[in-house]
């Protein structure tokens, strides 16, 4: 699964959604994005590993900290002496948040039935609030009855 191909846009901040299985299909779709991160992502560590192993048996996983080989260009970090090895550790941290963000949207998919046994209903609009790609609060604001505007013209054709 190419993840270009994924709907969920990860775009952090506030989106509402007027029907609860709106809602829903977020979550999914998103839980859908991140399944396929971690299986790019670990299929491209796996061959890479295998690359860097070339017969010298188990490649150890980098620290969690950044290695040697990597300067500081104003805001960026660069790393020029060894790009395989700094790519295995961009992949395996990437690997870990990616699975950190599959796992917590499990848990909102998990716990959005539940948000139905507190008394939301059908007349709500639901306000997703999304930090860091995942789902963290949920606002039910109940929809606005009330005067539905009517307009009313009266025209009058004049003639010569």
Not at 56 to 68: A, E
Not at 90 to 100: R, S, T, V
Not at 103 to 111: G, M, N, Q, R, Y
Request: net charge positive.
């Amino acid at each position: 699964m190419n993840i270009k191909q994924e709907k969920a846009q990860v775009i952090d901040g506030l989106k509402t959604f007027y029907e609860f299985e709106e809602l829903k299909a977020f979550g999914s779709d998103l839980l859908r994005y991140y399944e396929a991160r971690v299986e790019q992502y670990s299929q491209r560590l796996d061959t890479m590993l295998r690359q860097q192993s070339n017969g010298k048996g188990v490649v150890n996983k980098p620290q969690s900290h950044i290695s040697s080989g990597w300067i500081r260009v104003g805001t960026l970090v660069v790393n020029m002496s060894n790009p395989v090895q700094a790519t295995t550790e961009l992949l395996f941290k990437l690997l870990e948040d990616a699975k950190a963000k599959l796992d917590a949207t499990k848990s909102f998919l998990e716990s959005l039935e539940s948000v139905l046994n507190i008394g939301a209903n059908k007349e709500v609009n639901y306000l997703l609030c999304v930090r860091n790609g995942v789902p963290e609060k949920i606002i039910l604001e109940e929809r606005k009855r009330g005067k539905e505007f009517n307009y009313n013209v009266k025209l009058q054709v004049v003639s010569d």
